[in-house]
Structures are given as C-alpha cells and as structure tokens.
C-alpha cells in the first residue's frame, strides 16, 4: 500500500510539473529572444581589446545554437497550432478554438490522474498495485483519442446523411436563378434546423469567400474539414465544374442521386451483415437458454431413475 500511494505521488508530481511547460511556452520563447536581440558587447566582454577570429567563431556558434534552439520552440508552436495531426483531427471533430489543443492535452493528463485518484480511493488498488496503477495511467492516456475518434466518425456521418438534401436545395436555388453562392448561402440557412453541421460548414465556406479567398480554395477547405467521402465527392465535382464550364445544377443532381444510391447500397450492406451478427448472441444466450429448459427435466428425470 505505502509504495503504490508513494508512486501515485511521485507520477502526479511529475505530471504536476510538465503542465507549466504545455501551457506557458511563451516565457521560454521570450527569454531567448530577449537573449538573441540584443546586440553583443564583445569589446566590454573581451577586456577592451579586439575581439580574434576564434572569439568571433566561438560567439557565432553559441548564437546559431541558440537560435536553433528557439527555432524548435518556434517550430513546435507551430505545429501545435495550425498544422499538426492533433489540431486536424480536433478540426474534423468540430473543434475550431485555439484553446482545444490545450483542453485536449490537458484532457490526458487529468483522466490518468483521476483513474489512478479512484482506484487508489476505492481501494482496487489492493488486488495488484503496481499493475491497477499502470493500467489506470494507460488507459486514461488513451481514452481522450477514443473519444476523439468516435466523435469524429459521429460527425462524418451526420454530414453524409445531410448532404443530399443540401444538393436538392443547391439545384433548386440554382435552376431558380441564383448564383452558386447566393444558393449555398440560403441552402445553409434552410438547411440549419434539420442538419446544422453541415449548415455550419456551408456557413463558413461563405464567409471565407466574402472575405476574399478563392472560392476553389474555399471549398477545398470544407473537404480537408470534413474528411467524409461524399464532401470531398462534392468539391471535385464543383472543382471540375468551374474548371471546364459544365452546368453545375445537372452536376449536382447527378451527384445528389449518386450519393442517395450509396446511401441504400449501405443501409442494404448493413442488413445483409445483421444475419451474420446475429449468430453469436444466438450462440452464446439463446441456445444454452433452450438446452436448459428443454434437456434439463429430461436430465432431472434420467439423474433420479439412476440413483433409485
């Protein structure tokens, strides 16, 4: 008990110390820029005489290490917030704040934590110490990005199942007259009470293209935001459509059907796998509850014949 309770200490120290240096990396960053601005005395440092070619060697080599070393951080802050897997995966969840990164990161220290805090108050601990510890530490490690993924297919398939009705709105906005963004506009206000996800990221693809980036660019953002088939189907058919100056309205109907056909073919895949999942349920809860009831006044019967 004193060493499982002494490794939970010294585990939560050491996550305890490592949160300063994932939420405040600024202060490092500033420190060596306020040691790389500004400019050397090399006259005062040398004791008044000349600096030699090695001292200036020497110094240059001390100012591209630092350097480098402040590009890692800048690097590291860079990736962490515009580029990195984590972002794009909180990105395709839903998750656009510049806070979610640090929310998540924080996320997988305090679950370790608290798994481990609950198994030591429940007393689970005592069945094995060292093993109940590691296994709380993994698992709560691993439990954000589960959540993460499962959140992430949730939301790919909210935005399949909304996309052919945005389709059937765009056609009819477009053969009514209106422009493809004006349609997209009031398709995404139309669309927001019965399917708001995929309203939102109409929304946002207008809003970029107000605010002057290349409609290409625009739609070619909704499908790296995305990540569902059917999305990145559409924007290679709008792409195509702009670039060879076919009629988009045809296109997309085309594209509507093509999508609600895949959208049976699946519900028809996912029935014909029902039969197959079915058969270990069967196995292993129905069968022995018809061996128990059918076979077992037979084996009472046979057991008491015997013992007379």
């Not at 969840?93 to 510049?98: E, H, M, Q, T, V």
């Not at 934590?113 to 993994?138: D, K, M």
């Not at 924007?235 to 609600?260: E, N, P």
Request: aromatic share 6%.
């Amino acid at each position: 008990m004193g060493y499982a309770i002494l490794a939970f200490i010294v585990i939560f120290l050491l996550i305890g110390s490592a949160l300063p240096l994932l939420f405040y990396r600024e202060k490092p960053r500033q420190r060596l820029a306020n040691v790389l601005s500004p400019r050397v005395n090399t006259a005062g440092e040398l004791g008044g005489r000349r600096p030699s070619l090695a001292d200036r060697l020497q110094l240059r080599r001390q100012a591209e290490s630092l350097a480098a070393f402040a590009a890692s951080f800048r690097k590291a802050d860079e990736d962490r917030e515009s580029g990195s897997t984590l972002r794009q995966r909180l990105v395709l969840a839903g998750y656009r704040s510049d806070s979610a990164v640090n929310i998540f990161s924080a996320c997988r220290v305090i679950v370790p934590c608290t798994l481990c805090l609950s198994a030591v108050t429940t007393g689970l601990y005592l069945v094995s110490p060292f093993i109940v510890i590691i296994l709380s530490l993994g698992l709560g490690y691993l439990l954000p990005d589960y959540w993460l993924d499962h959140k992430i297919k949730a939301r790919e398939e909210v935005m399949r199942l909304g996309l052919p009705d945005l389709l059937d709105l765009l056609v009819v906005c477009l053969e009514a007259g209106l422009s493809l963004d004006h349609a997209a506009l009031r398709s995404s206000e139309e669309m927001r009470p019965a399917h708001p996800v995929i309203a939102d990221e109409i929304a946002l693809v207008m809003l970029e293209v107000q605010a002057g980036r290349p409609r290409l660019e625009a739609w070619k953002g909704l499908a790296k935001r995305s990540g569902a088939d059917s999305v990145q189907m559409l924007v290679s058919v709008l792409v195509q459509a702009d670039q060879f100056g076919t009629g988009i309205s045809k296109t997309l109907r085309s594209c509507a059907d093509t999508m609600r056909t895949r959208r049976k073919n699946r519900v028809e895949e996912m029935a014909a796998k029902a039969t197959v999942k079915l058969v270990f349920p069967l196995v292993l809860f129905i069968f022995p509850s018809l061996f128990i009831v059918l076979l077992g006044p037979a084996v009472i019967s046979i057991s008491k014949a015997f013992a007379k």
